[in-house]
């Protein structure tokens, strides 16, 4: 038997939404087994040179987890993946990993057809730890997670123009990104923060016109930014610029919205510029 699955780089919190906003994009990971092939995992495209090949990867992890739930035993087979997105710069490489090889694991192991998409959701957040990824990458478009309730489905407008842009030279793990956070926030940026998630959502589904204000934040941008200055000062930039924009995730790579009249400025050497559309699908898995 051999399955594909195919999921979208997701870019969370969007501004004031922290570890609840989540935008799928059109930039796919594809994860190929094959039972009937010799045995090993590769990889090529992005990290393909520094990722393990020897089944502690993620894929693998999530396979293996996924079987240990259902009390199934995996055969064995052959993975490949091609990755193109980015690892640890923000764009849920580590989410897109574990839905993929929970969804290949569901359909290889015939326990679905298809995998069942709160069902993948659920494990590969509870694996992976970042609901708000996951239920982008799992879902497609825009999603809203919370705590204990089916994460919700919103179409993004269609004139929003993302423009990931992407610090070649730079990595920040979302467990280093995390611990820079006041374990407590003060009730004026708590209120701030509910006023602008609310808007962000208008902002995202219906004004994009509101874009630049609902994507300010107070929880956790201007501490992450803190921790590389090179990344804050093109924030700087292209805020005043007047695009729109927010940190990806947890970082390093910022989230910007272009219009018809404002563009990302030209960010010079060590960038680059990914334009990429918000994504409808979210993941799917075929027999190929």
Request: glycine share 8%; charged share 25%.
């Amino acid at each position: 038997m051999r399955l594909v699955a195919r999921v979208p780089a997701t870019v969370a919190n969007l501004g004031p939404g922290f570890d609840c906003f989540g935008l799928a994009l059109e930039l796919c990971n594809e994860v190929s087994i094959d039972t009937d092939a010799r045995p090993g995992v590769s990889w090529e495209g992005e990290g393909a040179d520094e990722l393990p090949t020897d089944g502690t990867d993620m894929v693998s992890r999530a396979m293996a987890f996924a079987a240990r739930k259902t009390k199934k035993d995996l055969p064995l087979l052959a993975l490949h993946g091609v990755n193109r997105i980015p690892l640890e710069r923000g764009l849920g490489s580590s989410a897109a990993a574990a839905v993929a090889g929970i969804g290949l694991a569901y359909v290889l192991l015939d326990l679905l057809d298809e995998p069942d998409p709160y069902t993948t959701f659920s494990l590969a957040s509870e694996l992976e730890g970042h609901p708000d990824n996951a239920a982008a990458a799992v879902y497609g478009s825009l999603t809203l997670a919370a705590a204990d309730v089916r994460p919700v489905r919103l179409d993004p407008h269609p004139s929003l123009r993302p423009a990931v842009l992407i610090p070649e030279g730079l990595r920040l793990s979302t467990d280093e990104a995390r611990r820079v956070l006041a374990p407590q926030v003060a009730r004026a940026d708590a209120v701030f923060n509910l006023g602008r998630a609310a808007m962000a959502v208008v902002a995202l589904t219906e004004r994009p016109d509101l874009l630049g204000p609902a994507l300010e934040d107070r929880l956790h941008q201007d501490v992450r930014l803190s921790l590389l200055p090179e990344v804050r000062e093109m924030f700087e930039r292209v805020r005043a610029a007047g695009v729109p924009v927010c940190v990806c995730g947890a970082g390093p790579s910022l989230l910007a919205f272009e219009s018809g009249s404002r563009a990302v400025p030209d960010p010079g050497p060590g960038w680059r510029v990914l334009r990429i559309a918000p994504r409808a699908a979210g993941a799917e898995v075929e027999r190929a």
